[in-house]
C-alpha cells in the first residue's frame, strides 16, 4: 500500500505575494502610528496628564510619610541642587558674600543646614547677579525656603505657557511636563529662566525694551544669551538689544552695590576652575551634560575634539536660526527656534535645562492647531516632551547621550514647518479666542 504525507497546500506565487502584501500592510500600518499619531488625540491630552500629576503627588506624599525622619525632617533629596543657593544666601546675609566661592566656606554652611545628608560639596557656579535672586533664600527655614522656591517658580512657568497657549489641557501638559519634574526634585531656577526667556519673546514686538529687560535678567545663565543678538539684529529689534543691555549693566551694578567688587573678583577668580573641573573633567559626570560637547566626552574623544563637534553644531543652529528668523514667517516658528537653538549651541546642557522644551512645543502646536499637524509632528513634539524623563538615565546607565539627536529632530522640524508654512502663506499668530477653550481647534487664519 502506497502512503501519501500531505504536507499542506503547496506555496504558490499568488500567496507568497499575499504574504508580502500582508507584511507590507503591516509595516506601513506601523509607519503611520508615529507618522500621523492619530493615538494622540484631545481626550487623552486633557486625562493622561492629570493622571500623571495624581501619581506624582501620590508617590511625593508616600515617599514624605514612610522615609526616615517623617514629614519635618529636611527635604533632601528632593531640591537636590538647591543646598548651594540656601548656603550662599546665608554666607550673603551673615556678611560674607565673597565665601560663596570659597569651596571650604560654601561646603561648611550646606553641612551645616543638611547635617547627616549633606551629599558632598555642591558649588554655585552663577555670577555674583544671581546672588541677587538667591539672597532672601535663608530668611526661611530651608524646607519653607525650598517649597516657595518651588511654587513661585511653577507660577512664572505656567503663566508663561498659558500666556502662549491659553487652553486647560495644555497647562496640565505643561504641569505634568517631565522637564518640569526634573527641574523640581533637582531644586534648580530654570522654571524661571523658562518665564524670563518667553517673557522676552512674546513682548518682543510689542515692547521691545521690557522684552530686552527680561532677556537681561538671563545674565545669570550667559549661555542661553549667545543666540539673542543675532536675533535682535535679524530682526532688527534695536530696542531690545538696548534694553537688555541696560538690564545687564544694572543687574551687574546691583550686585556690585550689593556685595562689593571683591566678590565679582572671588567669581571670575573661581568660574576658570569650575569650567575645567565641571565640563571638561567631568566632575560631575559627564552623562549629566546633555550637549553634544557631553556626549563626545562620555564616549572617549578628547576635549579638542569634543570642542570641535560643539562648535559644529552650535554653528549649524546659528545658521537655521538666523535663516528662520529672516524669512517672513509666523512667530511661534521663529520663538520654537530660538528656544532649540539655544539649547544646542552651549556646550554645558544639563537635563533640567530641557524644560525650556516646553516653550516651542506650546508655540508648535498653538500654531498646528491654527492649521494642520504635518506628518511626523506630532510624534516629535510628543518625544520631545516625554524625553527628560529618560535623558539622564540613557546616559549615565546605557551611555547613549541621546539629547542631541532629540534637539535635533525638533529643529528639523521647525525648519520643516517654516518652509510648509512660507509655501501655502503665513499663518497669523492669533490670541486664544474664548470659543477655542472647549477643545475645537481654531481655524487657520490666513
Known amino acids: 500500500m502506497k502512503v501519501e504525507i500531505n504536507a499542506g497546500p503547496a506555496s504558490s506565487p499568488g500567496a507568497a505575494g499575499s504574504n508580502g502584501a500582508l507584511s507590507s500592510k503591516w509595516v506601513r500600518a506601523f509607519v503611520d502610528a508615529f507618522r500621523e499619531a492619530r493615538w494622540i ?119 508663561m505657557i498659558w500666556k502662549i497657549t491659553p487652553r486647560r489641557e495644555v497647562l496640565w501638559a505643561a504641569l505634568a511636563f517631565p522637564g518640569a519634574l526634573v527641574t523640581i526634585l533637582d531644586g534648580q531656577k530654570e522654571l524661571i529662566t523658562v518665564a524670563l526667556f518667553g517673557g522676552g519673546l512674546l513682548l518682543l514686538e510689542r515692547r521691545p525694551w521690557l522684552a530686552g529687560a527680561l532677556f537681561g535678567l538671563l545674565c545669570y545663565k550667559p549661555q542661553f544669551g549667545i543666540l539673542l543678538p543675532i536675533v535682535f539684529v535679524a530682526a532688527r529689534q534695536w530696542q531690545a538689544a538696548a534694553g537688555a543691555a541696560l538690564a545687564v549693566g544694572a543687574f551687574a551694578g546691583l550686585s556690585a552695590a550689593l556685595f562689593g567688587v571683591e566678590t565679582w573678583r572671588a567669581f571670575t577668580d573661581f568660574i576658570p576652575l569650575a569650567t575645567r573641573s565641571v565640563l571638561e573633567h567631568g566632575d560631575i559626570g559627564f552623562g549629566k551634560i546633555q550637549s553634544v560637547f557631553g556626549a563626545a566626552r562620555l564616549w572617549g574623544a578628547s576635549v579638542a575634539v569634543s570642542y570641535a563637534m560643539q562648535a559644529t553644531v552650535s554653528l549649524l543652529a546659528a545658521v537655521a536660526v538666523l535663516w528662520i528668523w529672516l524669512r517672513p514667517g509666523q512667530f511661534p516658528v521663529k520663538a520654537g527656534a530660538l528656544v532649540v537653538g539655544t539649547l544646542l549651541v552651549t556646550p554645558y546642557l544639563v537635563d533640567y535645562d530641557l524644560v525650556m522644551l516646553a516653550l516651542p512645543i506650546a508655540w508648535l502646536s498653538w500654531d498646528a492647531m491654527h492649521s494642520t499637524f504635518l506628518p511626523w509632528e506630532k510624534f516629535i513634539l510628543f518625544l520631545a516632551w516625554l524625553f527628560p524623563l529618560f535623558a539622564r538615565p540613557l546616559s549615565l546607565l546605557a551611555s547613549l547621550p541621546l539629547t542631541p539627536l532629540v534637539l535635533a529632530l525638533l529643529m528639523l522640524t521647525i525648519i520643516r514647518r517654516c518652509t510648509a508654512t512660507a509655501s501655502v502663506g503665513e499663518t497669523a499668530f492669533i490670541p486664544q479666542t474664548p470659543k477655542s477653550r472647549t477643545g475645537n481647534a481654531p481655524q487657520c487664519a490666513k
Open 41 to 159: 488625540t484631545l481626550e487623552r491630552v486633557r486625562v493622561y496628564p492629570r493622571l500623571l500629576c495624581a501619581c506624582y503627588l501620590a508617590v511625593f506624599v508616600c515617599w514624605l510619610v514612610l522615609r526616615s525622619g517623617g514629614v519635618l525632617a529636611t527635604l533632601y533629596p528632593v531640591g537636590g541642587d538647591f543646598p548651594p543657593f540656601w548656603a550662599a544666601s546665608s554666607l550673603a546675609l551673615g556678611g560674607h558674600p565673597a565665601s560663596v566661592y570659597d569651596n571650604a566656606k560654601l561646603d561648611a554652611a550646606e553641612k551645616a543646614v543638611l547635617g547627616d545628608k549633606d551629599p558632598g560639596y555642591l558649588p554655585f557656579p552663577y555670577p555674583p547677579m544671581f546672588l541677587v535672586i538667591a539672597l532672601p533664600l535663608s530668611l526661611l527655614s530651608y524646607n519653607g525656603s525650598l517649597i516657595l522656591w518651588t511654587l513661585v517658580g511653577m507660577s512664572a512657568y505656567l503663566t
